[in-house]
């Protein structure tokens, strides 16, 4: 399992979020709301201090990552985070 964040995606990040090298990305399980992973899930995203990384990737300085706790949401598939240029944000999609 792995974490592959875009180039433009990174950069959504870094203006949105007002991060600096250094700073934390975290993915998680939220409960509500429709996922193609987990029935009843849905994506979460926080910029917030790690605690028991279980999976991790550093782009352009920024850690992105999924605690321990959240690896059985995504069912052990990767997690690429793409940008949708006509919604001007972030997307995501699992794949083995």
């Known amino acids: 399992m792995k974490i ?3 180039d433009q ?3 959504w990040y870094k203006d949105e979020m007002l991060l600096k090298d250094g700073d934390y990305i975290r993915f998680f399980a939220r409960y509500g709301g429709c996922s193609t992973v987990q029935q009843g899930f849905s994506l979460g995203i926080s910029n917030e201090q790690p605690v028991n990384i279980g999976i991790e990737t550093v782009k352009d300085g920024i850690h992105y990552y ?3 706790k959240d690896l059985w949401y995504f069912d052990d598939k990767d997690l690429f985070a793409d940008f949708n240029e006509v919604a ?9």
């Open 88 to 96: 001007n944000e972030p997307e995501y999609r699992h794949a083995q």
């Open 4 to 6: 592959v964040i875009s």
């Open 66 to 68: 999924i605690e321990e």
């Open 9 to 11: 995606a990174a950069e």
